[in-house]
């Protein structure tokens, strides 16, 4: 059967609509009918370049891995879901039997099939095959947008309440404030923090954390001529410690440090902050290789965590938070487009403007036939 119109990237730059079959799905996995899909960092970066470090576009592939639809079909073993269930989908199928996967950590499972990651096709189509135990039906109260963003919320929930075990009371600092960093924001903000510190070069980023999630802003000083990446960011973070009375230690001390955006000196400035004995989590992905100040690193006995995806709880933990009113996903939406204009939401989102000037969070694609304004 046809009838799928699919967006697919078949290389740099180069991007068309086909119609591909309706998939045909096995017993433990249901059929959803894509109804709202984020544009995330990464599929702009696989149209722009290619690639992604080692995961690289050989063949035609179909984009997109934030979204949320309706069950269309349901395979015979799936007992949680019925037809018509509105769901979100977490776009990664693992294997189930790696050490990985039995120890509960399936998100580094390396026969994984994520949606949009080579050779793999994502869910910019009108219909996508998932594994029922990694589909998720919404609760009344939220919306099929809702759920596309349970993807990039499950990576902030990953990093700040899984990997870095945070606290209530405990204070946090984020660089970036993209749509990871600002959710990772929001996850901290409702697990209870005492202060939360953004950092972007962007000020317009920076407004928008201060009024959804951050307690304090910071926007970093200018490089001088003849400065070294770590001297800046030495100088950059000593100026971000004495302009919001941050100490190494002691009650004014960064527990947690969220590396969000991949930038050098931002990851070198985020190590100078985050106190001595505290945690830092990369999950920003950028330059793959860069200079960390190691001494420094092991004098302050940092525990340091690369953040990969999301794992088990990840997903319930994000839709819980969604649900209960402790996060609220709806400010993140800027900027939603037909499905037939998913060239045009690709092009807004790697300018970060759209032609009326407004800044872009995040962009959602509406499926096929489906109402920008049905949210």
């Known amino acids: 059967m046809s009838d799928n119109p699919s967006f697919v990237l078949r290389g740099i730059e180069d991007v068309v609509y086909e119609d591909r079959p309706i998939?045909?799905?096995?017993?433990?996995?249901?059929?959803?009918?894509?109804?709202?899909?984020?544009?995330?960092?990464?599929d702009v970066h696989y149209l722009v370049h290619g690639r992604i470090g080692d995961f690289v576009v050989n063949n035609p592939m179909v984009l997109g891995h934030e979204s949320a639809g309706v069950v269309s079909k349901v395979g015979a073993k799936v007992k949680h879901l019925e037809v018509g269930d509105r769901v979100a989908m977490e776009p990664g199928a693992t294997c189930g039997s790696c050490d990985f996967c039995k120890s509960g950590?399936?998100?580094?499972?390396?026969?994984?099939i994520f949606a949009a990651t080579p050779p793999y096709d994502g869910t910019l189509a009108r219909y996508y095959r998932i594994p029922g135990h990694v589909t998720y039906?919404?609760?009344?109260?939220?919306?099929?947008?809702?759920?596309?963003?349970?993807?990039p919320l499950s990576v902030g929930v990953h990093s700040v309440a899984t990997l870095a075990q945070f606290k209530t009371g405990q204070t946090i600092a984020v660089w970036g404030a993209g749509p990871v960093g600002l959710l990772c924001m929001a996850v901290a903000k409702a697990f209870g923090a005492s202060?939360?510190?953004?950092?972007?070069?962007?000020?317009?980023r920076l407004d928008f954390a201060k009024s959804y999630a951050a307690t304090d802003i910071f926007l970093p000083p200018a490089s001088n001529a003849g400065e070294n990446k770590v001297e800046y960011s030495k100088r950059s973070a000593e100026a971000l410690k004495r302009t919001l009375g941050i100490e190494d230690r002691g009650p004014t001390a960064i527990d947690v440090v969220i590396e969000a955006s991949g930038a050098e000196v931002s990851i070198q400035t985020a190590l100078f902050v985050?106190?001595?004995?505290?945690?830092?989590?990369?999950?920003g992905m950028g330059v793959a290789e860069v200079v960390v100040p190691i001494t420094m690193l092991l004098v302050k006995e940092l525990n340091v965590k690369g953040s990969f995806r999301y794992g088990p709880g990840d997903y319930k933990l994000a839709i819980n938070l969604t649900a209960q009113g402790k996060v609220d996903l709806k400010p993140l939406v800027t900027h939603r487009f037909?499905?037939?204009?998913?060239?045009?939401?690709?092009?807004?989102?790697?300018?970060?403007?759209?032609?009326?000037?407004?800044?872009?969070?995040?962009?959602?694609?509406?499926?096929?036939?489906?109402?920008?304004?049905?949210?």
């Open 105 to 112: 950590r399936y998100q580094l499972c390396e026969d994984i």
């Open 274 to 283: 985050v106190k001595t004995g505290g945690t830092y989590v990369q999950v």
């Open 137 to 151: 039906k919404l609760p009344d109260n939220l919306t099929l947008e809702d759920g596309a963003l349970m993807e």
């Open 23 to 42: 998939p045909d799905i096995a017993d433990a996995e249901v059929l959803v009918e894509v109804k709202k899909t984020g544009i995330c960092g990464s």
């Open 195 to 204: 202060r939360i510190v953004a950092v972007d070069i962007n000020q317009a």
């Open 338 to 375: 037909a499905f037939e204009d998913a060239t045009t939401a690709f092009r807004v989102t790697r300018m970060g403007k759209s032609e009326d000037g407004k800044g872009v969070i995040k962009a959602i694609i509406s499926g096929p036939g489906v109402s920008v304004n049905d949210s």
